[in-house]
Every structure is written in C-alpha cells, then in structure tokens.
C-alpha cells in the first residue's frame, strides 16, 4: 500500500524516534512492504518511517539508481545493486574517514538540493527484515544514504545540517513545501505551516 510522504513543516521530522518492541511482528513486516512500495513510487533512494507520519526507529533503503553514476568502481556499484535491505532499531556505532560533500534531496522536502557533508565511512548495528541482528560496515554512496535515512529517526533533516546563511536563503521555499504550495507526483501530507515540536 502506497502511504502518504510527511512534509517538511511536521512535528513527527523533528522528533527522535523510539525502538520497535517487535520488529518481527506482521505488522512490523507490513510497514516495511508498504514503506518499500512507497519509496519507489516516489522514485527515492531511502524512506524512514517518520516520513510515513511513525515515530520508530526504521528505514528502507534501496540505492540502486547511484550505480548508473560515472566513475564507480565495479564492487560499489554492485554493493549498490545489491543494497536494498531494511534498519530496524538501528544504532550508529562509528562514523570514520573523510568528510564528503555531496548533493542531498529527501523526499519530504521536493525539488530542494543542497551539499551535505558527511564522514565517507560508518559501522552500524541493525535488525534485518528477517530479525538477525548485524554489525556491518559500510562505505561511499551507500553509506551516505544510510547517514541520512538514520538522520530522520534521530529527528534531523538535511536542512538541519546547512549552514544559517543557506537555511534563510530557503526558508521561502520550505514554507511554500509544508503549505502545500507544490506539485509532487507522489502522496504528500501537508501540515500548513511549520511546525516544531
């Protein structure tokens, strides 16, 4: 099922999100169909479950559009290809190597793109969709959408990382996003106005 994208400008962004008491749970096991089904239809790369309106702690990933990108190496592309999987309760334990700069969007927030720095490497312990619990470690692209899927349950958006300068240069449009002054091709809830809790 197809769930409506939480806009920029609600409370639920902003707010850390808790533990799944259940993660093997049916509706555990739903949620992440319905949230894999969501992200695609919205052509994203990741989606977690406070941009569905939840505050748990989980997110879906699938970065294999980045393996069309020039100048990868084969193992990071196939790492890429390969990379859909879901974090449930996870933990970042490390964030390594060097930062990075690099063009963000979120899904919550259309049509604005701005660089984010980010270390390049990170170790973080997860459930998987099938309850095994993990400790891996991962580097480049992937990881990148990682940091930024795990920014969402911890309450952070990529805004959030910008400089002040940059943040009042898009503060027309982020109240424009969370007014729904916009046209996206995928299920938005819209909050009216910005709102932190």
């Known amino acids: 099922m197809i769930l409506p994208i939480v806009a920029y400008g609600d409370p639920v962004l902003w707010t850390k999100a808790e533990d799944i008491t259940d ?28 941009q569905i309106g939840r505050s748990i702690r989980l997110f879906v990933i699938d970065p294999a559009p980045f393996a069309k990108w020039p100048d990868l190496s084969e193992k990071e592309k196939q790492i890429l290809l390969n990379g859909k999987q879901a974090f449930i309760n996870p933990v970042i334990l490390q964030e390594t190597g060097e930062y990075r700069d690099f063009e963000e969007g979120c899904l919550s927030i259309p049509y604005i793109n701005e660089k984010v720095r980010r270390k390049s490497k990170i170790t973080i312990e997860y459930t998987d969709a099938e309850g095994n619990r993990k400790k891996e470690n991962f580097s480049g692209l992937i990881a990148r959408v990682i940091q930024h899927e795990y920014d969402h349950i911890e309450g952070i958006l990529f805004t959030d990382r910008l400089s002040p300068l940059k943040k009042r240069l898009l503060k027309r449009k982020l109240e424009k996003i969370a007014k729904g002054e916009i046209d996206v091709p995928y299920p938005m809830k819209f909050p009216g106005k910005i709102r932190r809790p």
């Open 23 to 50: 993660p093997l749970s049916d509706s555990t096991r739903k949620l992440i169909e319905d949230m894999f089904e969501t992200m695609y239809r919205a052509e994203g790369v990741g989606l977690a479950a406070p």
